[in-house]
């Protein structure tokens, strides 16, 4: 799943945002027609991707572009086309000339999902101090933390998801692995799971939604009020 927030000061064009949306799938949305309480969300929920108007009623979107989180991805939508330049000045990664139509949004979106794998490795190979060395199979495997998904016990093995779909079983205790990791980006959330916060993209009083893929994963009773705190404080 890709978490985005759309910023627009019109209501049909947000109306068409989250429909594209919908049907592109993958994508868990949240609009806003205020400059400010958009930029808010995005300081407390720190979004994967932001689609951003220019002009918005004497409020720059290029003045606002440059206060995002460096690990947002950018996309302007615009209906003026002299913007174009400044765009990719602040480094947006496409520029969505209104009105345009459902495949050219499609498009848009693939160069973001590509944007964000490339941030991913990027930011794994930048830092080297941020990995955890797990024995699997009589080999040593080193795991980025930035690209944990999801940890699972098994017995006595713990099982690595990683969010590119692919996995590390090795024979350690979950607390053990839990120790390694770095404080405050991790949280537990049943006896059997450890998941990444900033891969949380929703949850309720039983369960967690994982990103990217939608993963589901149960909250433990034991767990419920500390996790239930935690996550509150985020939103």
Known sequence: MIRCIAIDDEPVALSIIRK???RHEGM??????????GMQRISEWKP?????????????????????????????????????????????????HKPY?????????????????MNDLLRASESPDRQ???KSEYKNVTVSVDAILYIESMDNYVKVHLADGTSVLSKIPLRTVEEQLPQGEFIRIHRSFVVARRRIAGFSCSEVT??????????????????????????
Not at 30 to 37: A, G, Q
């Open 101 to 117: 139509f459902y495949e050219r949004f499609d498009r848009a979106m693939q160069k973001a999902e590509q944007w964000l794998r």
């Open 132 to 134: 955890l060395l797990l």
């Open 210 to 235: 994982l990103t990217p893929k939608g993963k589901v994963l149960p909250i433990g009773k034991k767990y419920l009020d500390e996790v239930s705190r935690q996550l509150k404080k985020n939103e």
């Open 48 to 96: 994967d991707l932001v689609l951003l108007d220019i002009e918005m009623n004497g409020t720059s979107g290029i003045e606002l572009a440059r206060q995002l989180p460096p690990s947002c991805c950018l996309i302007f939508t615009t209906a003026y086309a002299h913007y174009a330049l400044d765009g990719f000045e602040v480094n947006a990664v496409d520029f969505l």
């Open 20 to 22: 594209y949306c919908e």
């Open 28 to 37: 868990i949305l949240e609009t806003y027609s205020s400059p400010r309480l």
